[in-house]
């Protein structure tokens, strides 16, 4: 949406405000005059109805766990949400570059996407430690295991979108061109996840597979102040 286009329709969308007023007079008024420019300028429900969007980062010190790139494609894709990885330009007093993930959406979606990027981290993360001493995979190998946790945890997410979005009949992943822009007013260069490329280790990526069958998708919650939990979806 262009600067001239989105003045109208911050016009538009404070006189429809001013028509739920409580002053009889001027509410018609302001609802005349939006409705006027409705038809006036061919102002779509859509264009009227902006999300607000926030971003909050998570930080990590590693820079070479291939962990990331896979856990940011299943966030991007299943929670609504964009997710970039970037990296401090300098590193700190110790030498070492943070490495970070910006997670931007909608403030609820947002929470939800960091919750799980923090779990499937840590399940990521787990899950070899624990599986490359089982199976003695070497480190070589890390990114086959990882990609098939990916491609395990990926299948299950798609066939859970499936169901939810024919049972609702609705996208339960809008993300959207007014996304798109937030985004690229954070990061103006920007560029896309991607996971790395493994070996073609079946072994591993077997294991990984399996793995991933036996992560718990659990819900996101919230620990308030008062060391309370809410859940969020």
Sequence with gaps: MDSERQAITDKINKLLALATSDNQHEAQLAAA???????????????????????????????????????????????????????????????????????????????????????????????????????????????????GMFDALNERLEETKVKVEKATGKDLVPTGKELSRFVLSQFPRLSNIRGRQGTGDAKARGAGQNAGIGVKLQRAVRTGSDGSRRQLT
């Design 33 to 147: 005059k939006a409705m006027e420019m409705l038809m006036k300028y061919n102002v779509s429900k859509g264009e009227l109805e902006r999300a607000e969007f926030t971003r909050k980062d998570s930080t990590r010190p590693s820079m070479n766990d291939p962990a990331f790139g896979f856990v940011g494609l299943l966030l991007g894709k299943y929670f609504s949400v964009k997710v970039v990885r970037f990296q401090e330009e300098k590193p700190n007093v110790l030498g070492i570059k943070f490495q970070h993930f910006a997670f931007m959406g909608e403030e609820h979606n947002v929470e939800i996407a960091h919750y799980m990027g923090v779990y499937l981290m840590r399940s990521f993360n787990d899950c070899w430690e624990k599986d490359r001493k089982l199976h003695k995979l070497h480190k070589r190998v890390q990114t086959d295991y990882y990609q």
